[in-house]
């Protein structure tokens, strides 16, 4: 854990817009908890330049209990989400791919044979918040805590230029593909500089972008960089 108090970075600062996140109303009764993969090759049916161009697909997060209904493990064998109205499919794409993945409105994705019809959509521009998370981020099984932090930390030094100073692991998770199990971390980044939460929104970290990994998203409440929040 990396938590070193300093000095407030707000500034002034034009966000770039060539990397957004494009989000599409779904209908959906339910979906499997361990939906990366097979979402990925359903959508790869109508949009195949997808791994080419960088996409990120967001896992369709539900939330973690509602109406008694609790989230289940991981290793929950069969285990269903229950999509509400307001949950969303969300891909951080570049800003020149918006026509082409809008072709996904109208559209109906088998996902693991539970049907998901893809709505109207809404772009979404990335925000320059000081405070920055993801729920999976690529890790080792049998690496530790300190070392995934010295590691990421090493990656973020590399993309951005900044030295990062406030981090935090949270839950474990692991995602399934055929030929391997992925293991992953959540992720919250604190007290970055605009350019910094920026570049690491655009570029995400580590890989499996295309499965939900190393998508950050900002973190309301703690402190933002824009002035007018």
Same mark, same amino acid.
């Given at each position: ?8 970075? %707000? ?38 330049? &997808? ?44 800003? &020149? ?6 072709? &996904? ?20 521009? &990335? ?100 002035? %007018?929040?």
């Amino acid at each position: 854990m990396f938590w070193q108090e300093d000095e407030d970075k %707000s500034l002034p600062y034009q966000i770039p817009d060539d990397v957004i996140d494009l989000s599409f109303a779904i209908r959906c009764k339910t979906l499997p908890l361990d939906h990366a993969w097979i979402l990925l090759q359903s959508i790869l049916e109508h949009l195949p330049w &997808l791994l080419d161009e960088g996409v990120g697909i967001h896992h369709i997060h539900v939330a973690e209990s509602n109406n008694g209904w609790i989230r289940p493990a991981d290793d929950e064998v069969g285990a269903l989400l229950y999509p509400s109205r307001r949950t969303k499919m969300t891909l951080r794409i570049p800003s &020149l791919k918006l026509k082409q993945t809008n072709e &996904l409105t109208g559209k109906t994705l088998l996902i693991g044979g539970h049907e998901l019809a893809v709505g109207k959509s809404k772009k979404k521009e &990335l925000t320059n918040d000081s405070v920055i998370f993801s729920r999976h981020v690529l890790s080792d099984s049998d690496e530790s805590e300190n070392d995934f932090l010295i590691r990421i930390s090493q990656d973020i030094k590399q993309i951005t230029g900044f030295t990062v100073k406030k981090m935090l692991c949270g839950k474990t998770h692991t995602i399934n593909t055929p030929s391997e199990k992925l293991f992953t971390r959540h992720l919250m980044i604190a007290d970055l500089d605009s350019e910094s939460s920026v570049k690491i929104q655009q570029s995400g970290l580590g890989d499996a972008r295309a499965l939900g990994c190393g998508i950050f998203l900002p973190h309301k409440g703690i402190k933002s960089l824009n002035a %007018s929040e």
